[in-house]
């Protein structure tokens, strides 16, 4: 796809994890629901495949600075899971959850090998069947990038960002307390044979007390409170009383 023209439409999973603000850059019109960055200046500009932009969020409306001076206007942005085209040149594949997406343009994602060289956020999940990828857009989201791990029973690592659970018959998962206030915790039943029954029991759930993997995709979002976990959404899952 080629950079946005008019205001769109987005895909989002759950509310924002964080709004920020910008000053926009001179002669700059962003329109709503496209990626956003900072320039080398710190000004606010359309996400595009250039040295030196760094993402900070997508814009939650539209900003028009076509006739202004550096930061006449600011740009508001959310920072959370946003669905967006995925582009056909190197497109981003099912394989490539927990890796990093990279910015096309300002309203297409695409994978590292296309050339970009500025990084959109960690893909969390990819619809095959309307070609969306949902990623983590925004700079604060990049803390949240730790890789990936593939349980097949027990503890779940904290310091992997995106936990894929592998469910053979009946097996038993764990969480510890998050290591920080904010943490964000991915998890996605990639696995799920042999009439599958997996329950993670998280050592504090502010949701429940239980989550249910039994359905490959199954999936779900978590952020760490300070005190248990919160479930910020669920694909497919169940949560436990």
């Given at each position: ?21 910008g000053k926009i850059a001179a002669s700059t019109k962003i329109y ?11 000004h606010i500009v359309p996400a595009a495949n250039t040295a030196g ?189």
């Amino acid at each position: 796809m080629a950079a946005a023209t008019q205001n769109r439409e987005c895909l989002q999973l759950g509310a924002p994890f964080k709004i920020g603000r910008g000053k926009i850059a001179a002669s700059t019109k962003i329109y709503a629901n496209t990626i956003v960055a900072r320039n080398t200046a710190g000004h606010i500009v359309p996400a595009a495949n250039t040295a030196g932009l760094v993402v900070v969020g997508m814009s939650l409306a539209e900003f028009d600075n076509s006739a202004g001076a550096a930061g006449d206007l600011e740009c508001e942005y959310g920072v959370g899971v946003y669905g967006f085209p995925n582009d056909t040149g190197k497109p981003i594949a099912l394989a490539d959850s927990g890796r990093m997406a990279y910015v096309h343009d300002d309203q297409t994602l695409c994978d590292e090998r296309e050339g970009s060289v500025v990084e959109a956020g960690p893909v969390f999940w990819y619809d095959s069947g309307d070609d969306i990828v949902y990623v983590t857009i925004g700079i604060e989201g990049r803390e949240y990038v730790l890789g990936e791990e593939t349980v097949t029973s027990g503890a779940l690592s904290l310091y992997k960002a995106v936990s894929l659970i592998s469910v053979t018959g009946t097996q038993a998962y764990t969480l510890a307390d998050g290591l920080y206030v904010g943490q964000i915790k991915y998890l996605r039943c990639t696995v799920a044979a042999t009439t599958p029954d997996g329950t993670l029991t998280p050592t504090n759930l502010a949701d429940g007390s239980t989550l249910d993997f039994d359905a490959v995709e199954e999936a779900y979002a978590l952020m760490w409170m300070g005190t248990a976990w919160r479930v910020l959404y669920v694909i497919g899952g169940a949560i436990g009383a």
